[in-house]
């Protein structure tokens, strides 16, 4: 578990992220930052040497990605275009969706890999589906919105979580963005 630990940090990581192109407010540096993110990361799948170098960093630092992403972009690749298209398409109600996408999926798997009762499909349980509705209520309290409303968008989120979608990651962010972005007026 300690591996998959480390790998969720660095998925929390996206949301600081998220925060600070959301006050830099200039559609060039969020691009930009986006293309660098995946330039690293095509080098990577491209470049023998850089690869090496990636795979020795793992070596000293523990595993960034599932042995699935090593032949595709990366969850933060994914992750970090979901980021860049949900501030873009929403403005600064993204960043109440990505707080319950990003932190969701981090505490989903935490409290899943911990408690784990209730299997479901695809590795995962109903312990960890219900983080997302009970992280969307505190979500909720933090901005002042419906907590039924935001429970709900929990579960809708948690709900597409749970099929492990191959860009999952940039997925989850839009959708919990689009879909805060959409019922922030009555939330």
Known sequence: MSGELFRKSFHLLAFYYAVLLYLTRDPLITWGSFLYVVSLDYARLVIPEYGRLYSLLERITGPFMKDRERSDLSDASKMTLGVVLSLTLFGGWALVGLAISIVGDALASLVGRT???GPLINGKTISGFLAFPLWSLVVAWAVGGSPLTFVA???????LEILSLRWENTILGVWASALVYLVHPWA
């Open 153 to 159: 968008i929990g579960v809708l989120v948690g709900t």
């Open 115 to 117: 408690f784990g009762w």
